[in-house]
């Protein structure tokens, strides 16, 4: 790892764990938006949103619409592999982008992998896991989560 690459994952790292922890949600959102991830206005995400990405290069995109409520605990995988396991030299990963469209809401605790996009107005139920995408405007539940209805517009 060379300076410069240190330098931009302390950076990072800082950035992530100050900024997106912060008490107050408009820093939070400033913080993600530093990270490079689009965010629009009026979002709320707490203080334990834990998005999982490499710190240097190759994090994947995120995309956040606007007036989105993300609950408690939630999880967005951007990127994930096999570290040290030697399976790793099999699997190629590739970071992917999640997108989650304006007035979109995810109940606490769920987990949205790579590659997903949720629709605008989707609502997803408690501890779901998100793995494929979500069309605007219905309720999904589950792991994996499933459409169970359609929301009156």
């Known amino acids: 790892m060379t300076i410069i690459e240190a ?3 302390c950076k990072n790292k800082f950035l992530y764990n100050f900024g997106v922890r912060f008490p107050f949600s408009k ?7 530093h990270l490079g991830y689009s965010v629009g206005n009026d979002v ?17 995109e995120l995309i956040i619409g606007d007036r989105v409520a993300i609950g408690p605990k939630c ?7 096999g570290n040290f396991s030697k399976i790793g030299k099999c699997v190629k990963k590739k970071p992917q982008c ?14 949205v992998l790579p590659g997903v996009t949720i629709g605008e107005g989707a609502v997803i139920g408690a501890g779901a896991v998100v793995t494929k995408d979500v069309p605007p405007f219905t309720i999904s539940v589950g792991n994996p989560a499933r459409v169970i209805k359609e929301i009156n517009r």
């Open 98 to 111: 999640i997108t989650i469209n304006n007035d979109a809401w995810l109940g606490a605790g769920v987990i």
């Open 7 to 9: 330098f931009i994952r």
């Open 44 to 60: 709320y995400f707490p203080s334990d949103l834990t998005i999982t990405f490499n710190y240097v290069y190759h994090r994947g």
């Open 27 to 33: 820093v939070r959102v400033k913080a993600l938006r």
């Open 75 to 81: 999880v967005l995988v951007l990127t994930s592999h």
